[in-house]
């Protein structure tokens, strides 16, 4: 596959390229199919964080067009991870639906940075979807046991509700319908709530996530220091 300017770039600012290889494939309903991959050495060369993603190359027309997507269970030791994705329109979508094993694909690691602030939350607030939600299981499952998360995530179908949350007993998890938007944000900032320990990550749609932030840090005054947001896709 030709790599394009993207590829150089990546590389510039220190990307490094693995190839992984699929070990097994299977689909979660309708709208996510799961994969378990070979690291191709990824998991030992860089080591694990939440909510850590790789950029997938896909080939679109004989070019490379890459995808972010989210390591779901990294093993080091046995070098492997799963992958989850939610299944709509476009080229990293219908690599999926069609992935078998030994289908082997490129990942390069560059951007990927999580930690969580010091001092360390009292109560996070998380914004997601079925995209994020990899992200979101990954976020809740690093998180201090006695650290509460109030999760709102956006559904586009009935089944993506019954895609597994890993919530703890004292997380409070609402699903919210896509519809024409609006939903997400409006219930969203009735809930959130505010505090010098409280911590907001949000990763939904662009445009919704964008907005969300702006009202996080300017009507909630929060520091940016206690905000990650990063949109994953774009309407
Ligand atoms: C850091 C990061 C991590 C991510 N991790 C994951 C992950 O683990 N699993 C996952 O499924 N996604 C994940 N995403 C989102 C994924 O990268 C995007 O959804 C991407 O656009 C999919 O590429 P595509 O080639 O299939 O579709 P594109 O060519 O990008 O888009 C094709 C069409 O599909 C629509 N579309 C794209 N994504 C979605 C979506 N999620 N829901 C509804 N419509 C959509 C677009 O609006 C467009 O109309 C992540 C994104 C980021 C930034």
Redesign the pocket.
């Known amino acids: 596959m030709k790599r394009n300017w993207e590829a150089l770039v990546l590389r510039a600012f220190g990307g490094r390229d693995f190839r992984l290889t699929v070990l097994d494939a299977r689909s979660v309903g309708e709208h996510?199919r799961r994969l378990l991959v070979a690291d191709g050495g990824l998991l030992a060369a860089c080591g694990v964080h939440p909510?850590m993603?790789v950029r997938l190359w896909?080939e679109?027309g004989g070019k490379g067009?890459q995808?972010?997507?989210?390591l779901?269970d990294p093993d080091p030791a046995a070098g492997r991870f799963g992958?989850?994705?939610?299944?709509?329109?476009?080229?990293?979508?219908?690599?999926?639906r069609a992935a078998a094993p030994g289908d082997t694909i490129d990942a390069t690691v560059q951007g990927?940075a999580f930690a969580w602030p010091e001092p360390a939350p009292g109560h996070v607030y998380v914004i997601g979807?079925?995209?994020?939600?990899?992200?979101v299981n990954s976020l809740l499952d690093s998180l201090a046991a006695a650290v509460p998360a109030t999760v709102w995530l956006e559904y586009?179908h009935d089944g993506e509700r019954d895609l597994p949350v890993r919530r703890r007993a004292h997380d409070a998890v609402t699903w919210v319908p896509r519809g024409d938007g609006g939903a997400l944000a409006e219930t969203v900032r009735a809930g959130l709530g505010t505090g010098p320990d409280a911590y907001y990550w949000i990763?939904a749609?662009a445009a919704a996530t964008r907005g969300l932030a702006r009202h996080v840090r300017r009507e909630l005054g929060v520091d940016r220091h206690r905000l990650c947001a990063?949109?994953?896709?774009?309407?």
């Not at 990063?230 to 309407?235: D, F, K, N, Q, V």
Request: net charge negative; glycine share 4%; aromatic share 16%.
């Open positions: 996510c909510t993603w896909f679109d067009h995808r972010a997507y989210t779901v992958l989850e994705f939610a299944l709509h329109d476009g080229r990293a979508a219908d690599w999926a990927s979807d079925a995209a994020s939600l990899p992200a586009a990763a749609e990063l949109g994953y896709w774009s309407a």
